[in-house]
């Protein structure tokens, strides 16, 4: 499903209005009618617009309930409260004066508790909010007069509303990036127009939306494709069938040598578990041959666990970590690989982190994934692994909690989720998957994909090593880095989402997911177009 960010929007709303005679009123006239049908089921609608072209949309909205019999009260709410009002909301308000209608204001120069019990009890006293305050271009901190008067409002709103219905996205939310301020409007339901925005999908945004539903506009779909050079977009269970055609092919008449090798280099005495699932998912993703380097000590543990794999052992009996004195066979072993799993589980010591990096600057294998406790080897000189990482296909999965490591000082200045996965990108010159309810994989300014399949079942120990091993897999098997990530993102939720279905959320485990890979591509594979 494709994204659209505000600024696009403008441009094909102007580009619409410029060169195919398409009006602004004519435009708020369909964004009004959507807004419309969905309210006037409900008896009393307080409508609350802000003083631009989304509250514009509010007032259209707010006239066409009132002919329908709906019992509507209408607020103004922004900076000079009506006196404040563009041009097209002037248009509407004066139609709805016309027909008797008041519009009561709320000046958020003046002091809120003017308004507030007022407010108050408008929204106590109906059945639904019609919320049509800012529209997609909130951004915290720039009205930093008005933005304290505004979270009372969202306050209020969330704290009296029965029902909440937002026009485009809740108010508080930027919808470029998802992120809020201190406060924003929690809607039960956001009705959006023309395409999703990345505030609907990205957190903390996404939590403050509700249901999100797409609805159309006058605006000619020649307008967006005429004026906007980039769509990004947002994976969800009604891709299967584009998912299915990003799939890795199966030559019928392939071997196992045919569909990816794989070495997977993780593990720790304590942590043997995250190999076990990185390795498992790997092999469930389609790989022909899946090696584990694992050290000695543990081989026991792996020989039984994962009977499918190709056992590497390094060192001697007693060795049950990674060293460096292993590096020159683990990078013999790699030259014959289509892709290297390196991190999982094999812990924080100094000298298996220096064979992290000893190894990844010696790898000749083009198609590397770099995950988990690995992840910390980059951090001594990001500027000299992302020299090592040129001219590959180099895939970094970390959470939260692992980005911020990655990017160190510059973790302060970054601006949400979005922004932080774009720095990591840049900074090590790799595929980044920011992991979480709305994991984001992105590869350049360009090009960045958010899922929407998962939940939260999936917060649990080890369901990042199966997510790398399921990409690793697809790295193997020739797809370019970003469709390995953004696939491999996508396949991982739903096999989570089928977890959930047998199990709940409470009681799946990773080693569920990694079960229900079968499950997953199942479904994606016998896909009839309906999702």
């Known amino acids: 499903m494709k994204l659209i960010t505000p600024r696009q929007v403008s441009m094909a709303d102007r580009y619409a209005a410029e060169t195919m005679g398409v009006s602004i009123i004519e435009m708020i006239e369909s964004a009004a009618e959507a807004l419309f049908r969905r309210c006037v089921c409900f008896r009393r609608v307080t409508v609350l617009c802000g003083g631009g072209n989304n509250g514009a949309d509010g007032l259209c909205a707010a006239q066409k309930l009132y002919r329908h019999g709906v019992s509507v009260k209408v607020w103004i709410v922004g900076k000079n409260g009506l006196s404040g009002s563009n041009d097209n909301c002037r248009f509407f308000l004066d139609k709805l ?33 019609l919320e049509c305050i800012l529209g997609t271009g909130f951004v915290p901190g720039r009205r ?4 304290n008067s505004l979270y009372k409002v969202f306050e209020i709103v969330n704290g009296k509303s029965e029902y909440t219905v937002s026009a485009d996205i809740a108010a508080g939310v930027n919808g470029e990036n998802g992120e809020t301020g201190i406060n924003a ?46 769509f990004f977009e947002a994976f969800c269970k009604e891709d299967l069938k584009r998912i299915k055609k990003m ?13 990816g090798k794989v070495l997977v280099i993780a593990g720790s005495e304590g942590m043997t578990g995250a190999a076990i699932l990185g390795t498992r998912a790997c092999l469930r993703s389609g790989a022909g041959l899946c090696y584990l380097a694992a050290p000695r000590g543990l081989l026991g543990i792996y020989e039984t666990t994962v009977p499918e794999a190709v056992k590497v052992p390094l060192g001697e009996a007693k060795d049950k970590w990674l060293k460096p004195e292993f590096c020159e066979q683990l990078v013999s072993l790699a030259e014959g690989m289509d892709a290297v799993l390196i991190g999982p589980g094999v812990g924080r010591r100094d000298e298996t982190l220096a064979l992290v990096r000893e190894f990844l600057k010696r790898c000749t294998c083009p198609n590397i994934i770099a995950d988990a406790d690995g992840l910390r080897a980059l951090t001594e000189n990001p500027k000299e692994i992302k020299t090592v990482f040129e001219n590959r296909n180099v895939v970094l999965t970390p959470h939260w909690g692992e980005i911020t ?18 720095n990591c990108s840049e900074n090590y010159g790799a595929v980044t998957v920011l992991k979480g309810n709305d994991s984001i994989t992105y590869k350049d300014e360009k090009h960045y994909t958010v899922n929407t399949t998962g939940n939260s079942g999936m917060a649990t120990g080890g369901s990042g090593d199966v997510l790398a ?5 697809f790295l193997a098997a020739g797809m370019s880095a970003y469709d390995a990530a953004r696939v491999g993102v996508f396949v991982h939720g739903l096999a989570g989402d089928m977890a959930k279905e047998k199990l709940t959320e409470f009681s799946m485990t990773a080693g569920d997911v990694a079960e229900c890979l079968g499950d997953a591509f199942k479904r994606i594979i016998n896909d009839n177009g309906e999702g």
Do not use: M, W
Not at 405 to 422: E, F, I, P, T
């Open 405 to 422: 490591y990655l990017l160190g000082d510059k973790a302060k200045d970054c601006k949400g989720r979005l922004d932080a996965v774009k």
């Open 144 to 147: 930093a007069k008005t933005d």
């Open 185 to 230: 409007v929690c809607a039960d339901e956001t009705l959006t127009f023309a395409y999703l925005k990345p505030g609907h999908v990205i957190l903390p945004g996404k939590a403050r939306c509700g249901k999100v539903t797409v609805v159309p506009v006058s605006v000619p779909e020649e307008a967006y494709g005429a004026s906007v050079d980039t």
């Open 247 to 259: 799939l890795p092919v199966r030559d019928p008449f392939g071997h196992k040598g045919s569909f």
């Open 97 to 129: 004066s016309a027909q008797g209608i008041i519009v009561k204001e709320l000046d958020l120069e003046k002091d809120i508790s003017l308004y507030e019990k007022d407010l108050e009890k408008d929204i106590s006293d109906c059945n639904a909010v």
């Open 469 to 473: 091993g399921i990409v690793a897999s």
